[in-house]
C-alpha cells in the first residue's frame, strides 16, 4: 500500500500530457525504448524546426519542486540545435538549458541543482557523472560578439569540454574555452575560462589550482 502512494504522489508531480506527447508523439525526440523525457510540472521544453533530442537514457526535468514552488525549469532548443544524452541528465527546478540554432550539447550523465544556466551557441561536451552545483553557469559564447571599435570582431564561441566525474560547485562560472579534466572539483565561485587539469581543485579570488590528485564521492 504504502509503494502504491508513494508511486501515485510521484505521478502527480508530472505533467502526464506533456509526458505522452514527447515521449510517444513528438518526432524531434529519439529516445530509446528504456529512456523517457519525464517533465515534471513546471517544465517549460521549447523545440525549434529542425532541432532533436536524442536519449539513451531519460531527462528528468524540474525536479525537486515542492508544491509551494512556483520555479520552472526550461529545456529550449533553436533551429537545427541537438541535444544527446547517453545515460542520464536532471536538472532542479530554476534551471535552464539553451541551446542556440545549430549547435550542440552532448552530455555523459549530468545531474544539475536548482538555478542553474546552461548556454550553448556552438558546442558543451560533458562526460559522465557530472554534477553541478547551485547557481552554476556554463556558456561557450559570450553572448554578443566582443572587439575593438571599428574593427572585426573576435570569435564569439569556442567549445567547453567537461570530462568525467567533474563536480562543479555552486556559482561558479564556466566559459567558452574551458577544458575541465577528469575528476576535477571546481571551487564555489570560480571563474574558469581555460584549462583544468584531470583531479585538480580550483579556488576563486583569483581561480587558482589548490590541490592536485584529489577525489570526491557523489
Known sequence: MRNLYNTLIKWSK????KFIYYNFFCKKIHREKH???????????????????Y????????????????????????????LQVEEQMFMAYGSRMEIGDGAQVKIGSMGCNMWCTLICLESITMGKEVML????????????????????????????????????????????GSKIGDGAIIGARSFISGRVKAGAMTSPMPTKVIMEDVGWNG
Not at 42 to 52: F, Q, T, W, Y
Open 14 to 17: 508530472i505533467s502526464l500530457t
Open 35 to 53: 529512456a523517457f523525457l519525464v517533465p515534471y510540472r513546471g517544465s517549460v521544453i521549447r523545440l525549434r524546426k529542425g532541432a532533436a533530442i
Open 55 to 82: 536519449m539513451k537514457g531519460n531527462i528528468l526535468l524540474n525536479t525537486g519542486r515542492m508544491w509551494n514552488v512556483r520555479e520552472n525549469c526550461y529545456l529550449l532548443l533553436d533551429r537545427e540545435a541537438k
Open 133 to 176: 552545483g547551485w547557481n552554476v553557469t556554463v556558456m561557450d559564447g559570450n553572448g554578443h560578439p566582443v572587439g575593438y571599435e571599428g574593427q572585426q570582431t573576435r570569435k564569439n564561441t569556442k567549445p567547453v569540454i567537461i570530462g568525467n566525474h567533474v563536480w562543479l560547485c555552486n556559482g561558479c562560472h564556466v566559459m567558452k
